[in-house]
Each structure stands twice: as structure tokens, then as C-alpha cells.
């Protein structure tokens, strides 16, 4: 089934406002953003993938401009230049999106948002954006999905190896592929390739470099061989370690069981107790709200290839029915991408996103 | 309604395809003169030939105004998005072979691999503060290459011509460019990385989607494919 519209678009325009006068109710301010946003910020946060999903154009003075792909980057980065905590925002209005594959996916869309800039409890943060979303789509019929990328980076934290490793590790937390490749070189699974042995096994590489050219200097690329010299005289990663890895990532239960799951590899990796006693507070403060928890599905690997900058708790909610639609809504928390928006000072954050044209097209096809 | 065959109007690509046409029984010239980009064809009823840039060849298939065009592979996927989805292969045509690589200055000796490539990206973004620029004209070939391995924190840089000097010129640090057999790439200083290959192309006839096609067109194709497989 493709994706049609159910609905005219007054109607869905209707059904966005309704949406977010739950959210003015609940506090938010009505905040808005530019439809072009400079391309060099997108660009520095998401890389180049980001040009095959946005619409991209040119301002003689101001440069590339690309449109909004999402509100979130204006917002945290109206609410860092301005704001002040604790806030709570809300916006309505269309984003824009390049369709590279799937000609029957709309490329422009009303999106209502929800951005909660509060730290006081964090837990209850969580808990309040997955809750209100929870409420607005009452008797819709989707089913939630949750997750938590903040276990997995825990767990990377706490492995037992060099900095350096970890911060590779990390930096690919959203390239499962890479991430693994990784894993498995440090792993000492992935062979060493003989290039790299032979440059290793010569005492001075530098004195037979050939000519240096462009950017990238002398001084650099012997830093890096000084690194890799240093890199090969480590213990690779456990296989143990490399289990609990792969043990934590499968993990995909009802919330109270994979809390259960959770705990038990805790045991072997202490380094992930903290993060596991937050999804126990969260899964509390849901509780709290009304959330049938013990029915709520929870999965350690949710959100971990189309949810880029979030970084702890992670929500979806999709159709039943097996339609070929992306969640209806989505959201998270945020926390590292105010830091790289506020130049260093980063603020806790957690929001979401529902789109009205695709929970009417879920309503209609019931 | 005849079916149009586009194929390059200029140079060695045009040569070729003709003798390709010519050993499997399908004449096509350059009718009137040397100039003139109008041309005929003997030995099957039904085809047009019209000549074109090889460039464009992906995009006149798109847009339905040629049914068959020959171009290179590599055109077809940089300039179509789910190209597989818009034409057809019809034959590999055997000729005008050029792989698309990613190249990186010899003295690198500590990058062999993409895995390589990635970690050099993290380490340039901390030490110069942007992200390391591949110079290229292949964007969207490029882009679904890096984003299949994983290989983050680099950016593209257009260039349309002489991408080895990108360099030497420090506006890039990589390349992505096309070679046959990587000469001209190693007399600039570049070497290829070991998993760098990105796409081996050659020329190769297309046919677009055949929604819109009448019977006789059909007919047409039947009665060409035939003789290309005989």
C-alpha cells in the first residue's frame, strides 16, 4: 500500500493544530523557525549523507541554504542563543525532504513538534514527551517502540581499552556496519592486512616518504603511524567484552523483562549500572504517567541507524497495520547535540515529532 | 512510432558503438556531413538515431524522449537516482571501460583502506577544523559509496576537471575520479586505496521503462534484441 492522503490538507493543517494545543496545554511555548537554515551547520552535524535527503539552494550573499529538514537544530539552537531553563517549545509547520528511492513518499510534511529543555529530573523529562505523544495518539492504532542509545554508549565507555578505541567506537555509535568493523579489528578478528605489518616492521617509514603533497602534513601522517605503532602493541578487545556487546544490543523484550536482561549483563559490565538505573527511573516515572509499562516493548538497537544526533532515550510509534510508512511519530533525547550547537555548554534536552498526515492515513486504512 | 536510439555524437565512444551495432547486422551512420549531428540506420525498421553527449543520454531515457541510449554505466548511476528502477540494461557493451576510484597522495603510507581513509577524516576535522574534502564529479556515486562503508566526517568538492590537481592546489586531500588503467593518477603522486574501487564502468545500451510504449515499439525491441543475442 502506498502512502496517499487520506485527508485534504486543510484537514491535516486542522488536525496539527488540535495536536498542538495539547502542547500549548502542557506548557510549551509556540516557537517557529526559518524554512532556509544555513547548509554549513547541517553539513558539520550530519555529514554529507545529509544532501541526499534535503532540498539544497543558493542565496548570492548568505551561500548554500538548504530546506529545513527538521526544526530541532533552529530550535536548540534559538533556545542556546536565547532560552533559558527550565523551557518547553512547540512548533507546527512543513519540513522538507528529499525522496531518493520511494517516489510515493511525500517531500514536504507538517511536522508538530515537542522540545522539553529541563534537567531538574530526567526521568521524568522522558517520561512527560513519551507520555503526551502516548495521549495524543489514544486510539490511534500504533504500537510504541523504545529504546535507549545511552546503554550502548555506557557500554563503549566502559570497555576495557585504550581512549583512543573508545572514541573511535563512539563515533560511529550510528554506523552499525563501521561500528563493527571496528569491534573486530580491535577484536583482533579482522587480520592485519601485510601493508600495514610491513610499514609497522620499518624502523623509519618517514625517511623514505614520498613527496608530500597538499594539506595533510608530514608532521600528521607521522602522528598517525606513531598512533598505529601505538594502537598495535594493545591487548585487543576481549571476546568476553565483545559478547556482552553483542548480548546487550540484542536485547528486545517488554520493558520490565529487558530491564531483567539488562541487569544480568550488567553483572559483567559494570560500567553500564548507571544507564540501566535510569531506564529503571524512566520506566517509574512512566509508570507514573499512566503507561501500561509492563506491555511496553523495549529494544537496546532502537533508533540506532535513523535517529543520529539522540543519545539516550529513544521512541517510536508505528503503524499496526504493516503499512510501508515511517513512524507516525518519533522522538528523543538530545543532550550531546546541544553541546555541539552551544559551542560546549550543553543543556539536558528531549523532544518529538508527530506527523497528522500519517496518522490520518493510519486511521483511514483501519 | 519508431524507437529513438541515442548514442554519443563525437570521438572514439561513437566509433565503437557503431562497430558494435555493425557486427550484430544494424548499420548506423552519420548521414549528410561530418558536422551534421543526423544520422541513419540499415539493417532494422523502426529505429531512429539521434546523437547526443553521453551525458545526457541518462536523462533523455528519463524523460522518455529516447527509448534506447548507449552511455556509460557510470553516467547512468551518478545521474539517476534508483537508476534500476528507471532503465534497463539492455547489453554490456564491452567497451570504454573506466573504473571509479578513490585516490589519496602517495605519501600517505599509513592509509591502504577506507578503514584507513575514516580514521585519517576524524583525525584532519580535529587538527584543520573542517571536514577532509574529496574532490570529485561523481556526488551521488561517491556519497552512497561512503555511506555503505560507513566513512564519516569528509565532504565533496566539486570538480568537473583535472581532479588529480585538486591536491597539489590543497582544495582537496582525496580524489574520486575515473581512470582506466590509474597512469595518470600515479604521474600526480596519488595511489588508489585497496578498497577504493567504487564502480567499473563501460558502455552500455539502456532502454527506458516501456509504460508509454506503442505495440509497434515493442515489436521494434523484440526485433533488436534478437539480433543482439543471435
Known sequence: MTQVNAETSQAIWDRARRYQSVLVGQGALITDADVLQPADTLLDLYGEDIRARTFTTQDPLRGEQMLRPDFTVPIVQQHMAFGAEPARYTYLGKVFRKQESDESRPTEFVQVGFEVFDGKDVAAADAEVFATFAGILAGVPVTPMTGDIGILRAAVIGLKTTERRRAALMRHLWRPRRFKALLDRFGAITPTPAARTTLLADPDPMATLPAVLGLRSKSEIALRIDALRADAAVDPISSFERDLLDALLKVRETAPNALASLRDISVDLPSISAAIDGLSRRLDALANRGIDVDALPFETSYGRTSMEYYDGFVFGFSSNAGLNIPPVATGGRYDALTVVLGNGTGVPAVGGVIRPDLVAFVEAAQ | ?230
Open chain 2, 1 to 230: 512510432m519508431t524507437l529513438k536510439l541515442g548514442i554519443p555524437s563525437k570521438g572514439r565512444l561513437m566509433e565503437k558503438t557503431f562497430d558494435w551495432f555493425a557486427t550484430r547486422g544494424v548499420t548506423l551512420r552519420k548521414s549528410g556531413s561530418e558536422r551534421e549531428y543526423a544520422g541513419a540506420v540499415d539493417g532494422i525498421d523502426g529505429i531512429e538515431l539521434v546523437l547526443l553527449s553521453a551525458g545526457e543520454v541518462p536523462r533523455e531515457l528519463d524523460a522518455g524522449r529516447i527509448q534506447l541510449g548507449v552511455t556509460g554505466s557510470d553516467l547512468v548511476r551518478e545521474k539517476l537516482s534508483s537508476w534500476d528502477q528507471r532503465v534497463v540494461e539492455v547489453a554490456k557493451m564491452g567497451f570504454g571501460g573506466a573504473d571509479l576510484v578513490i585516490a589519496v597522495p602517495q605519501a600517505w603510507i599509513d592509509v591502504d583502506s577506507l578503514d584507513d581513509l575514516d580514521a585519517v577524516a576524524a583525525a584532519f576535522r580535529a587538527h584543520h577544523g573542517f571536514r577532509l574534502r574529496i574532490a570529485t564529479k561523481y556526488h551521488r556515486l561517491v556519497r552512497e559509496f561512503m555511506r555503505e562503508h560507513g566513512v564519516a566526517d569528509y565532504q565533496l568538492v566539486d570538480s568537473q576537471g583535472a581532479t588529480e590537481g585538486t591536491i597539489r592546489n590543497e582544495t582537496a586531500e582525496a580524489v574520486a575520479d575515473i581512470t582506466s588503467t590509474g597512469e595518470t593518477l600515479r604521474a600526480n603522486g596519488l595511489k588508489i586505496l585497496g578498497d577504493g574501487m567504487i564502480h567499473a564502468s563501460q558502455a552500455t545500451l539502456f532502454r527506458a521503462r516501456r509504460r508509454d510504449w506503442t505495440q509497434s515499439q515493442r515489436d521494434t525491441l523484440k526485433a533488436l534484441e534478437a539480433k543482439l543475442t543471435s
